[in-house]
């Protein structure tokens, strides 16, 4: 934590143009860190301190062909919500309103199995395959061009998975090829003979899926994948140079071979690939809070702690190649997950469509999203691209039924980062009272993180975690005060275990944040208890 300090002061003294005198600015700026006990919040707010442009690409999705996450999910051909292609039409329109910018697709550890052929071409010759890795049925009714139509009719982009498990460098590369080349060649003819006689351009793949992890299918050691991975890597640059590659890093802090996979893969695979991949899923469980939802709320800094691990090793390796080019991260899993994790949730007893890991969340769950999303903003110099796992009744926001859909407790932060969340990422310097955490040392109530759009409208997102108390937030402005709040909405309640249903779609969902003050170049804040806000201001 002292290292991301001291980065993010060296940001913003480089960003205003000052000068480091030896320690002392940098000692002041610790005090500043250095959060008392008890009193009122401030959080100082200087449009002069950013950190990065802000890559919508931050706010992904990902669906895989697991459970009712494809077939139930947005694909339902017999469905009387469903278009002419099959589509769910009101899944459709929800994305398409919420602006999903990226979707990873096939997976997911069903990606490492799978053979894109066998998901191509007329529909009724396409074979029902066993995947082995949820012990399920997969007819093939949904495949790579549907995925492609499917992206178009909500207004995203496709972030392609790739199998490096069973599948082949060659295979990885008729894949690029049937996608990307126009015409005139054996897989791009193909497409056109598929009815698709337009490429996808997708420029954005995944070399595999957590490669290290002794469940998946095809696991290798970290060298044999690194050399798998530059070899396909440069086989797809040879059909289109444009491509956007990511490789495969370490699956979880928890796994033995953590960063020092990720060392062993780079150092094969560098000088080919853009960015490295890495997961995670939290939750409120024994091994990794005690089941305290204090210690709970805090969470969300473990991921800051493995994004600066894992950018650590990545520049390692660069400083061994004496590389100019600097890597970024594709944190293309990331969830709260813990309740469906086992037995029957993620077993599909070879049926399709199976309810796997249909995990219900409530409103604790929505608050460490909404921090998780916090941390995310925090680190945009570096993460590029980051994926909620998943988008539609797999761990995720919404859940579809025959009737409709409803939207989960952690629908809303998540969607508050769409919605509001625009131009560059603020450094902010934040002084908030502080309460103890096991392992975790001293941790603030108060967790913001700010954007300031390109119209000048600045927006905070801010975590209270304290549990009991509402806490008070004074907002100063350092170069210009905005006109006015635009909006200003918390998702908060009396039940942290509060959940979303059919019966109940709207038990935990937004409502106005009314406790705002705004004038003469400040703004007060009241923060209820457990609780999420949005505020954004007009310039």
């Known amino acids: 934590m002292f290292s991301l300090y001291r980065r993010r002061f060296l940001q913003q003294i480089s960003s205003l143009g000052l000068a480091l005198s030896g320690n002392a600015l940098f000692s002041r700026f610790l005090e500043a860190q250095a959060k008392p006990s008890e009193g009122p919040a401030r959080v100082l707010v200087d449009a002069r301190r ?56 096939p997976g997911g550890n069903f990606v490492s199995g799978y053979n894109w052929l066998d998901g191509v071409g007329p529909k009724d010759s ?24 499917w992206c178009r009719a909500v207004g995203t982009q496709p972030l392609m998975g790739l199998n490096l498990g069973t599948g082949t460098p060659e295979q990885a590369a008729a894949l690029v090829e049937y996608c990307n080349v126009e015409s005139g060649t054996q897989w791009s003819e193909l497409r056109r003979k598929h009815g698709y006689p337009d490429p996808h351009k997708v420029k954005h793949w995944c070399l595999g899926n957590e490669m290290d992890g002794p469940w998946q299918i ?167 691209i980051a994926c909620l796992a998943q988008l539609i009744n797999v761990i995720a926001p919404i859940m579809t039924n025959a009737n409709g859909f409803f939207r989960q407790p952690i629908y809303y932060p998540y969607d508050w980062a769409l919605q509001y969340a625009r131009g560059s990422v603020l450094n902010l310097l934040v002084e908030s009272p502080t309460y103890d955490v096991e392992g975790m040392g001293p941790v ?30 004074e907002v100063v402005w350092q170069d210009k005060a905005p006109a006015r709040v635009a909006t200003a909405s918390v998702l908060t309640g009396p039940d942290l275990k509060a959940v979303n249903g059919f019966d109940a779609p709207q038990r935990v969902a937004p409502s106005p944040l009314d406790k705002v003050s705004h004038a003469s170049g400040r703004t007060t804040l009241e923060l209820p208890p457990r609780s999420y806000s949005v505020v954004q201001w007009e310039a």
């Open 444 to 473: 603030a109530y108060l967790d913001v993180a700010a954007t300031l759009g390109d119209d000048g409208r600045t927006t905070l997102f801010l975590l209270n975690r304290d549990l009991a108390k509402p806490r008070q937030v």
């Open 126 to 149: 396409r074979p029902v395959q066993l995947d082995k890795a949820w012990n399920s049925l997969n007819s093939n009714q949904f495949g790579t061009n549907e995925f492609m139509a």
């Open 218 to 384: 095809g696991h290798v050691t970290a060298k044999e994948y690194g050399l798998k991975a530059e070899d396909a890597a440069r086989q797809m640059r040879y059909v289109d140079p444009s491509l956007q590659l990511i490789a495969c890093g370490s699956s979880g802090p928890s796994m033995p071979t953590y960063l020092e996979w990720d060392r062993e893969v780079l150092e094969e695979c560098y000088d080919y690939v853009d960015g490295l991949s890495l997961h995670r899923y939290v939750g409120n469980t024994k091994e990794q809070t005690g089941e305290d939802s204090s210690k709970y709320m805090a969470i969300n800094l473990t991921l800051e702690k493995q994004i600066a691990e894992t950018l650590a090793v990545c520049d390692l390796v660069r400083g061994h190649k004496r590389s100019p080019k600097k890597l970024w991260l594709s944190f293309d899993e990331w969830n709260v997950w813990y309740r469906a994790g086992s037995g029957d949730a993620v077993n599909g007893h070879r049926k399709q469509a199976q309810h796997l890991l249909e995990e219900i969340y409530n409103l604790e769950d929505a608050l460490v999203v909404g921090g998780m999303v916090n941390s995310l903003l925090r680190n945009a110099d570096r993460v590029k």
């Open 50 to 105: 950013k950190i990065s442009p802000l890559d919508r690409n931050l706010f992904g999705s990902f669906l895989e062909h697991l459970g009712r996450a494809i077939y139930e999910g947005i694909y339902d051909p017999d469905s009387k919500l469903s278009d002419a292609h099959g589509f769910r039409k009101d899944i459709v329109d929800e994305i398409r309103r919420m602006g999903v910018p990226i979707v990873r697709y």
